[in-house]
Structure formats: C-alpha cells, structure tokens
C-alpha cells in the first residue's frame, strides 16, 4: 500500500468516481482513475481506502486528521501481535 496513493484519490475524486472505479476494478480489473499501483488488488486497496477517508472529509473532518487515523487503522489491522 502506497499512503500517497490514497491521499492524491481522495483530494482529486468524487465518493461516486471512487466507487465507479473500486467496481471496475472487481468486475473486470479495468482502472478508470489510473490509480498508482502494482496490480489490480493494490489498486482496489488505494481505491477502498481513498472512499473512506473522502467520506469523513466529505463529513466534515479535518483532510489531514483523516487521513491519520485511516492509516493508523490500516496499521492496526496490520499488527501481529503473536
């Protein structure tokens, strides 16, 4: 997962563009947006991620605050903690 990735979709995309291009993605791989990644899954992450964190922007909260806490969920679910 490139962090960059999800900032540049979600301060340049629409929540609709987002969701178009996640489901082109899962349909036929096909990449609407030209979404920086190494193949069709890296890109559906970015993608999935970049419609989260434009909704809470959309919602009101700070792009920067956002963009921190998404991250620090994706880091939590990453941990081991065995």
């Avoid at 996640?22 to 030209?34: C, F, K, S, T």
Wanted: charge should be negative; charged fraction near 35%.
């Amino acid at each position: 997962m490139k962090p960059a990735a999800v900032r540049k979709l979600a301060e340049a995309h629409p929540v609709d563009a987002l969701e178009a291009c996640a489901e082109a993605l899962v349909e036929r791989e096909e990449d609407l947006l030209g979404v920086d990644g190494d193949d069709p899954g890296e890109k559906l992450t970015h993608v999935m991620l970049a419609i989260r964190l434009k909704r809470r922007i959309v919602n009101g909260e700070d792009p920067k605050q956002a963009f921190r806490s998404e991250m620090a969920s994706v880091r939590a679910v990453l941990e081991n903690d065995e």
